[in-house]
Each structure stands twice: as C-alpha cells, then as structure tokens.
C-alpha cells in the first residue's frame, strides 16, 4: 500500500498556525495587518461585530475586501466569515431574526419560528457574505432571570425543547448554505446573574449526572443534526475538571464532546481575550493552551491584529518546539481546511 503525503506535514509552521487563527479589526474597514495575514494565507477567519457594520454599503465593501485578499493568498480558499446573529438582542447585523431565543421558545408552534429563525439568520448573513453564525445557543436556563435568560438567549428550561428547538434552527440554517455553531458547551444554563465569563472567572458545580442530563443533551440533537460548529464556555466544571475552564480542558474537549458525544467538526473557542482567563497569561499563552486542550480554532475578537499574531506565534514556536503534538496540530487544521472548502466565497 503507498502512503500519499501529506501536503500540510511539510507546510511551514508560521502558515499552519494562521489557519487556526479568526482574526478581528476595529471600525468599519479591515485593517492593514489583517489583509496582510490573508493575503499571506495566515489566516482562516475573521469575526465581524457591530462597529465593523455600520450600514449595510460599508459591510459590503469591507467583506469585498477581505474576499480579494482571501483570494490573492498563495493557497487561495474560502475565509470564515462569521458574526453573533442569535436573534433579539444578540444581532451584530441589522434584520432578522428578530425574535430572541425565549420568544421563540414561547411561540404556539415553537419549532416553526425557530426553523423561521434559522433560514433569517442565513439569509442575513448570506446577504452580508458571510457564511458562519456563532449561533444557536444551546444552554438551557435554571433559573428566570439568571446569566443567559436575562437576555432571552435560551430557548427554555427543559433539555428536549431546547435540543429541538437548537437543532430546527441549525438545519434551517445549514440548509441555506451558512454554518452554525452550538454554544457554550458544555453548557452556562446554570449561571446565575452576573456570572458572565467574558468579565470574570466562573465556576458551575454542578453534579456530573445533572450537566450531562441538562447541558450535554441538546448538543447531543445538535450533532446528530449536523451542526458543523461547537463552541465551549470559558467556565470551570468541577465534575469534569476542578482545574481549567472547558475551552482549555482536554476532559472536556476530548473526553466529552469528541469521544462521548461523538463530535467531528470544527470546535472554536469563545473570545480569547475573555476576563475569565486573566489568570491563564497573554494571548500566546491562553492559545496554546486551548490547542493543547483540542480546540481547533481559536477567536481573536478583541479587535486588534496583535491579538491574533501573539497568538500564532506562539502556536508555531510550540509547533517547532514539540510543545504542541504536530500530527493533532494538522488535524485540526484540516477539520477547519474542510469547513471553508464547502462554504461559500473566496
């Protein structure tokens, strides 16, 4: 039997790290630095917020430009292009869906208004050119009131409902071409208010028997649905692991999404610059750790480029160094490689 090689095993450690890398810039047009990581192939996304879609004229030539320098790296392919379009309150674009996670949840054909909800979000991303929402949450809430309910992010409090309702929406979704991602595994339902990790550590200790009844089985639906993304929360689960929160824990990467659950798609990490992980070191640190727990890619959204090249830099001295495992570096690569290769834009 002949072994064909593997292109990526001889690819420079510099370019295999940057396309792990989901880049951010600040106001309505791309930074230089941006463009140049793209155009050099060191890139394999960019998240888009508010402030970088001030009018619908301007998001266009922005995602114009992001495309041509995607299209001018050596290896072109598609860039992940990607926004929070929940619905409700959560919307980086302007227009639908409209209504938020709860309301939906409420609707007399619950399962109808989210598939609706779903096919907007696609619509307008697609409209937009993008081709990835960080969206459907998928965590399912404890208490009225508390972190996630309080902005209507979650679609109820019992597991089935949510796990029909994430699922409805991501088929829709999917279905129109634009990849979705269920969050925050291994699930914040149980965060009481003010326990927001993108300003502060949190831990959730809850009992194992409980997290995996109550926030592991949507995303058991979500998988069995097709759902290309997972995103993890940056809070600690003592029942999986006392030590590291779930993006840089291997128990939770590894042991339950991948081998429990069954997951082979792309994960993605929440915000890397995220409050929760002040005490994890910079953002060469906090990237090295959240590969080494099996994260694929890794979200730079602080708007600044440095964040994103202190990131791959790091990536890439561990790489050189054997800190990080090359043969699971490149499968991780190839997981993202495969993701952009079936959406759209170039």
Same mark, same amino acid.
């Given at each position: 039997?002949?072994?064909?090689?593997?292109?990526?095993?001889?690819?420079?450690?510099?370019?295999?790290?940057?396309?792990?890398?989901?880049?951010?810039?600040?106001?309505?047009?791309?930074?230089?630095?941006? @463009?140049?990581?793209?155009?050099?192939?060191?890139?394999? !996304?960019?998240?888009?917020?508010?402030?970088? *879609?001030?009018?619908?004229?301007?998001?266009?030539?922005?995602?114009?430009?992001?495309?041509?320098?995607?299209?001018?790296?050596?290896?072109?392919?598609?860039?992940?292009?990607?926004?929070?379009?929940?619905?409700?309150?959560?919307?980086?674009?302007?227009?639908?869906?409209?209504?938020?996670?709860?309301?939906?949840?409420?609707?007399?054909?619950?399962?109808?208004?989210?598939?609706?909800?779903?096919?907007?979000?696609?619509?307008? @991303?697609?409209?937009?050119?993008?081709?990835?929402?960080?969206?459907?949450?998928?965590?399912?809430?404890?208490?009225?009131?508390?972190?996630?309910?309080?902005?209507?992010?979650?679609?109820?409090?019992?597991?089935?409902?949510?796990?029909?309702?994430?699922?409805?929406?991501?088929?829709?979704?999917?279905?129109?071409?634009?990849?979705?991602?269920?969050?925050?595994?291994?699930?914040?339902?149980?965060?009481?208010? !003010?326990?927001?990790?993108?300003?502060?550590?949190?831990?959730?200790?809850?009992?194992?028997?409980?997290?995996?009844?109550?926030?592991?089985?949507?995303?058991?639906? *979500?998988?069995?649905?097709?759902?290309?993304?997972?995103?993890?929360?940056?809070?600690?689960?003592?029942?999986?692991?006392?030590?590291?929160?779930?993006?840089?824990?291997?128990?939770?990467?590894?042991?339950?999404?991948?081998?429990?659950?069954?997951?082979?798609?792309?994960?993605?990490?929440?915000?890397?610059?995220?409050?929760?992980?002040?005490?994890? !070191?910079?953002?060469? *640190?906090?990237?090295?750790?959240?590969?080494?727990?099996?994260?694929?890619?890794?979200?730079?959204?602080?708007?600044?480029?440095?964040?994103?090249?202190?990131?791959?830099?790091?990536?890439?001295?561990?790489?050189?160094?054997?800190?990080?495992?090359?043969?699971?570096?490149?499968?991780?690569?190839?997981?993202?490689?495969?993701?952009?290769?079936?959406?759209?834009?170039?």
């Amino acid at each position: 039997m002949v072994t064909v090689p593997d292109p990526l095993d001889a690819l420079d450690s510099r370019l295999l790290a940057g396309r792990r890398i989901v880049y951010s810039y600040p106001g309505p047009v791309p930074s230089p630095a941006v @463009l140049g990581a793209i155009r050099e192939g060191r890139a394999a !996304g960019v998240i888009l917020f508010a402030e970088n *879609a001030p009018d619908q004229d301007r998001l266009q030539a922005a995602v114009a430009q992001l495309r041509q320098a995607a299209a001018e790296a050596p290896d072109p392919r598609p860039l992940l292009l990607m926004t929070d379009q929940e619905g409700g309150l959560v919307r980086r674009l302007p227009g639908a869906p409209e209504l938020s996670a709860r309301r939906t949840g409420s609707a007399a054909d619950p399962v109808a208004e989210a598939a609706r909800s779903g096919a907007e979000a696609a619509r307008t @991303l697609a409209d937009a050119g993008l081709n990835v929402n960080l969206a459907p949450v998928l965590d399912v809430y404890d208490a009225p009131g508390n972190f996630i309910d309080h902005h209507e992010r979650s679609y109820g409090q019992e597991p089935a409902s949510v796990a029909r309702l994430g699922s409805a929406f991501l088929t829709a979704q999917q279905g129109l071409g634009v990849a979705a991602t269920a969050k925050h595994f291994p699930g914040l339902g149980s965060a009481a208010g !003010g326990l927001n990790t993108d300003e502060r550590a949190v831990t959730l200790p809850v009992p194992l028997a409980e997290l995996r009844a109550r926030g592991e089985e949507p995303y058991r639906a *979500a998988i069995a649905a097709g759902v290309r993304l997972v995103m993890t929360s940056w809070a600690v689960y003592p029942a999986l692991d006392p030590d590291r929160p779930a993006g840089f824990s291997p128990a939770v990467v590894q042991g339950e999404l991948r081998d429990r659950l069954g997951f082979r798609g792309v994960t993605v990490t929440d915000a890397l610059e995220a409050g929760a992980l002040t005490p994890y !070191g910079d953002a060469g *640190a906090r990237a090295l750790a959240a590969a080494g727990a099996g994260m694929d890619l890794l979200l730079c959204s602080g708007r600044d480029a440095e964040q994103g090249e202190a990131a791959a830099a790091a990536l890439a001295t561990a790489l050189d160094s054997g800190g990080l495992d090359r043969a699971a570096f490149v499968g991780a690569v190839h997981r993202i490689d495969d993701l952009r290769a079936t959406l759209g834009g170039s």
